[in-house]
C-alpha cells in the first residue's frame, strides 16, 4: 500500500506481503506465528491459481464489494484513486 493509504482510519494493522508461487499474499491481520503463512500457502494454493485464471479469462467481470468487505472496497478506492492520478 502507499504511504498515503491511512491503515488506522480504517482500523487496519500494518500489511505483510509475501511472494510465492508468483503469487501476492497481502495479509493485514495482527501479525503472528510466521508458520501460519505457510500453512495457509499450501492449502491454498490450488484455489488462488483457479481463482487467478477465472479472473485472467476473457469472460471475467467484476462485481462490486459485499457489504461486509469495507476495508478491501476502501482500498479500492484508494488504489483506483492512485491509478487515476
Same mark, same amino acid.
Given at each position: 500500500?502507499?504511504e498515503? =493509504?491511512? !491503515? $488506522?482510519? =480504517?482500523? +487496519? /494493522?500494518?500489511?505483510?506481503?509475501?511472494?510465492?508461487?508468483?503469487?501476492?499474499? &497481502?495479509? +493485514?491481520? @495482527?501479525?503472528?506465528?510466521? @508458520? &501460519?503463512?505457510?500453512? *495457509?500457502?499450501?492449502?491454498?494454493? !490450488?484455489? &488462488?491459481?483457479?481463482?487467478?485464471?477465472?479472473?485472467? $479469462?476473457?469472460h #471475467?467481470?467484476p462485481?462490486? /464489494? %459485499?457489504?461486509? @468487505? $469495507? #476495508?478491501?472496497? %476502501? =482500498? *479500492? !478506492?484508494? #488504489? +483506483?484513486e !492512485?491509478?487515476? $492520478?
Amino acid at each position: 500500500m502507499g504511504e498515503d =493509504f491511512d !491503515r $488506522s482510519a =480504517f482500523g +487496519l /494493522h500494518p500489511c505483510q506481503v509475501r511472494v510465492a508461487h508468483g503469487l501476492i499474499f &497481502i495479509c +493485514l491481520a @495482527e501479525p503472528g506465528d510466521p @508458520e &501460519i503463512w505457510d500453512v *495457509t500457502t499450501i492449502k491454498d494454493t !490450488r484455489i &488462488i491459481i483457479d481463482n487467478q485464471k477465472g479472473v485472467n $479469462s476473457g469472460h #471475467y467481470r467484476p462485481g462490486p /464489494h %459485499a457489504p461486509a @468487505e $469495507s #476495508y478491501p472496497a %476502501a =482500498f *479500492t !478506492r484508494w #488504489y +483506483l484513486e !492512485r491509478l487515476a $492520478s
